[in-house]
């Protein structure tokens, strides 16, 4: 694919991902988080094709350059799971990570960041509660908005 | 929504960076959780069907059986709906484990009529019928999808009108009947991975915590669920420990009895 087809192909995916949020989101929801929730649900739309099933519900917020934020979430030994994190901010950069509840680090190798989006990939070796840690590393902005998707299989 | 079209090349800009440049994910390989615990976040419930995702691949679980075919009675109080929702939403989530499209097309048409009673029936309906649609066409990748879809729908109506209460309502009906059926599947053929999957205590303690902020719910049976979950939380919150078939069905007697309470007037 060249590279002009590839942006074309991108653009319409992340348009498309704006498209499907849930109208109610879009009336009561701050249009960064909107964006912010497109450009996590664009990270997802690969794993969508490989049989990820994404929720629906979301976790949103803002964060300083350099701060992080932990979120709390029960996971299923037996299951695969993906986190995309995703932000509008122009130059930023953003990770997440996972890990369990004695706090060792519990993601695949394969877990990535790249720009706006960052990704986590586990299976749980456990059943029970797991933290998803959100960072924004670095921001020309004062407050960086982000929201965060997972999705399972 | 009508994006600007420097929004617009922005994200074009910013999706083409993607594809030429990675920073790496490196990330200690410990970290000391009580430090954060300032900053975590409430627990987002899971969905039934992760759970039941997670319980099939164990071994082949006979869903047609869990499948409820008995109508539940016609409620007025909105708490009573809103538990009641969240557990016919669950019973999708069976029906389609299932596969049973006459089911699922009913239980579509339950959840608009439930939705209905608690005054959010128009975000529902669009849901209701693509869940019918999908079932007629055995898509059930899209049922499960548009179940979801319900959920959040209602959930997002009843916290725009600041009924975040009835929303969590919702979630715990929902969580209910989930372990009913996963303590239920696993009496029948105990193994300790599927007892595992009941180790839920950060939910369990979520769902108390906020059952204690209802007071003005007074009904009977929100209290037999304050009870319930506190006869529940011992069985499951034992560390490393192993949940043994003696727990799993005395949790499964618990949560049936609950099922039946919630869909049924008394």
Known sequence: VNPFAKVLLCTTSLLAAIVVLPPAILASVDPTTVYARAYALLAAEPYVKKGFQVREDYWAGDLASGERKAVRQQLFKGNEYWFWLGTEVDRAKVSVHIYNSDGELAEQPDSWAKSHLAAAHIIPKTTGSYFIIVSVEESPAARTHWALAYGFR | ?266
Request: hydrophobic share 45%; charged share 20%.
């Open chain 2, 1 to 266: 929504m009508v994006l600007s079209s420097k929004r617009l090349n922005s994200m074009v800009a910013a999706v083409f960076g993607v594809a030429l440049c990675a920073h790496g994910a490196q990330a200690p390989q410990h970290l000391n959780i009580n430090q954060l615990s300032t900053t975590v976040e409430d627990v987002v419930v899971p969905l039934p069907n992760e759970l039941f995702g997670a319980l099939n691949k164990l071994g082949a679980v006979n869903w047609k059986e869990h499948v409820r075919s008995d109508k539940e009675a016609n409620f007025t109080e909105r708490p009573r709906i809103a538990l009641l929702l969240g557990t016919v939403i669950a019973d999708g989530f069976i029906a389609v484990q299932a596969e049973d499209a006459p089911a699922v097309k009913d239980i579509g048409q339950r959840v608009l009529a439930l939705a209905k009673g608690i005054g959010v029936g128009n975000s529902i309906t669009p849901h209701a019928k693509a869940i019918i649609d999908a079932a007629d066409k055995r898509n059930w990748a899209n049922v499960r999808q548009e179940l979801d879809r319900t959920q959040n729908s209602v959930q997002q109506a009843m916290n725009e009108v600041h009924d975040e209460k009835l929303s969590q309502l919702v979630s715990l009906g929902g969580w209910l009947r989930g372990t009913e059926v996963l303590t239920s599947v696993v009496k029948q053929h105990f193994s300790e991975d599927g007892a595992e999957l009941l180790h839920q205590p950060d939910l369990l303690t979520y769902f108390q915590t906020r059952l204690q902020t209802m007071s003005e719910f007074n009904l009977p049976i929100v209290h037999q669920i304050q009870d319930a979950l506190a006869e529940v939380k011992p069985l499951i919150n034992i560390g490393n420990a192993r949940i043994s078939a003696e727990s799993v069905k005395k949790v499964n007697e618990i949560t049936t009895r609950l099922g039946n309470d919630i869909i049924k007037k008394g």
